[in-house]
């Protein structure tokens, strides 16, 4: 079994219950989602608040935090088309959190990431960037 490293939140409360685990198991994945490597995390809002147990949708405990992250294509699965291994990517949700070394995701909530824009902005483009399109083109 391979392990990474991973922020783990084991109770509710402020940042101070975020603990940096060093042996979690690398999560394995299903026939339509992918594993990613990640590069870089979005931290949002609703991180926040979710951590803090104030959120309407509270994760199990221990749980590890975070919806939107950047990196590579390490692992896909059999029914995965889309991608192949080494491709740069962004997401958008996950089904682990992305506040660490790896994280798994459905193939449908991944997307390309193109050469120019660097990993942490493309970690940026899950909720803040499709909240202001939202926001500012659907209304």
Same mark, same amino acid.
């Given at each position: 079994?391979? *392990?990474?490293?991973?922020?783990?939140?084991?109770?509710?409360?402020?940042?101070?219950?975020?603990?940096?685990?060093?042996?979690?198991?690398?999560?394995?994945?299903?026939?339509?989602?992918?594993?990613?490597?990640?590069?870089?995390?979005?931290?949002?809002?609703?991180?926040?608040?979710?951590?803090?147990?104030?959120?309407?949708?509270?994760?199990?405990?221990?749980?590890?935090?975070?919806?939107?992250?950047?990196?590579?294509?390490?692992?896909?699965?059999?029914?995965?088309?889309?991608?192949?291994?080494?491709?740069?990517?962004?997401?958008?949700?996950?089904?682990?959190?992305?506040?660490?070394?790896?994280?798994?995701?459905?193939?449908?909530?991944?997307?390309?990431?193109?050469?120019?824009?660097?990993?942490?902005?493309?970690?940026?483009?899950?909720?803040? *960037?499709?909240?202001?399109?939202?926001?500012?083109?659907?209304?």
């Amino acid at each position: 079994m391979s *392990y990474m490293r991973a922020i783990v939140v084991k109770e509710f409360g402020d940042a101070n219950v975020c603990q940096l685990i060093r042996d979690v198991p690398i999560p394995n994945i299903q026939h339509r989602e992918v594993l990613i490597r990640v590069y870089a995390a979005g931290v949002n809002p609703v991180d926040t608040y979710i951590r803090s147990g104030s959120y309407s949708r509270r994760p199990t405990l221990p749980y590890i935090p975070g919806l939107d992250s950047a990196g590579t294509i390490e692992k896909v699965g059999a029914e995965v088309t889309k991608f192949k291994v080494g491709d740069r990517v962004f997401t958008v949700n996950t089904i682990t959190g992305t506040y660490a070394e790896y994280c798994v995701a459905r193939a449908d909530f991944v997307f390309p990431l193109p050469t120019n824009v660097s990993f942490e902005q493309g970690s940026a483009l899950g909720v803040p *960037y499709f909240t202001a399109y939202r926001a500012l083109v659907i209304k």
